[in-house]
C-alpha cells in the first residue's frame, strides 16, 4: 500500500509563490504517471497537472504558465511550483497516480496540503 504525504502549503498573498512537495513509499514510484489535485470548498476535486515518468508535463488551463509539475524518481517525491498565485488558487492540494485519462486517482489520498491566498 503506497503511502502519500504532502507538505509545503502555507499562506501567501496574491501574486506570492509556494513549492509543495509529496512523498511516496513503496517502490515502483517511477513507472506511474503523477499528478496533482486541489479541492477548494464546495467544490469538487480536479487534477491541475501531471507528469509522465519519463518527465512529460500537462496543465490545466487555469495554472497553465503559473505552477511547474516535476518529479525526482530516485526521492520518489513529486514537486509542484506555484507561482503568481490567486484568491482562486486557495484549496488542499493532494497528490496521486493518475490512473487513466479521466484523471482517476490510483491510490488512496493522503492528508494533503492546504494553500491559501491571504488577500
Known amino acids: 500500500q503506497v503511502q502519500l504525504v504532502e507538505s509545503g502549503g502555507g499562506l501567501v498573498q496574491s501574486g506570492g509563490s509556494l513549492r509543495l512537495s509529496c512523498a511516496a513509499s513503496g517502490s515502483a514510484f517511477s513507472i506511474f504517471t503523477m499528478g496533482w489535485y486541489r479541492q477548494a470548498p464546495g467544490n469538487q476535486r480536479e487534477l491541475v497537472a501531471t507528469?509522465?515518468?519519463?518527465?512529460?508535463?500537462n496543465y490545466a488551463d487555469s495554472v497553465k504558465g503559473r505552477f511547474t509539475i516535476s518529479r525526482d524518481n530516485a526521492k520518489k517525491t513529486l514537486y509542484l511550483q506555484m507561482n503568481s498565485l490567486k484568491p482562486e488558487d486557495t484549496a488542499v492540494y493532494s497528490c496521486n497516480a493518475v490512473l487513466n485519462t479521466l484523471g482517476s486517482p490510483l491510490w488512496g489520498w493522503g492528508q494533503g496540503t492546504q494553500v491559501t491566498d491571504s488577500s
Open positions: 507528469i509522465t515518468g519519463g518527465g512529460s508535463t
